[in-house]
């Protein structure tokens, strides 16, 4: 069975750092792109970020220079490192993987809470 488990979020103050994680089962880990999703209440699902089976990597503009997103093959595992958080970037936040022909395969996370707040 594939799954998606994202772990790492929770409360924390402005300006403040997360480290989210994502472990990836029965998936072709090192061959597919990984990504990493965000929504808020009200608001449509947005992309936060993205990295390629090569490592190249993009970001929201609301996020460059914030984030990173990184992956390690041999764990499975997709990380993505939020600094000087912002109360703007409370969401629940999903992994998320898509490929093939089509894009018909695609997978998403359960999702981790994330909330910036004083």
């Known amino acids: 069975q594939v799954q998606l488990v994202e772990s790492g979020g929770g409360l924390v103050q402005p300006g403040g750092s997360l480290k989210l994680s994502c472990a990836a089962t029965?998936?072709?880990?090192?061959?597919?792109?990984m990504d990493w999703y965000r929504q808020a209440p009200g608001k449509q699902r947005e992309l936060v970020a993205t990295i390629s089976s090569i490592g190249t990597t993009n970001y929201a503009d609301s996020v460059k220079d914030r984030f990173t997103i990184s992956r390690e093959n041999d764990k499975d595992t997709v990380y993505l490192q939020m600094n000087n958080l912002k109360p703007e970037d409370t969401a629940i936040y999903y992994c998320?993987?898509?490929?093939?022909?089509?894009?018909?395969?695609?997978?998403w996370g359960q999702g981790t809470q994330v909330t910036v707040s004083s």
């Open positions: 029965r998936i072709p880990f090192n061959y597919v792109p």
């Open positions: 998320h993987t898509q490929w093939g022909s089509n894009m018909r395969f695609e997978y």
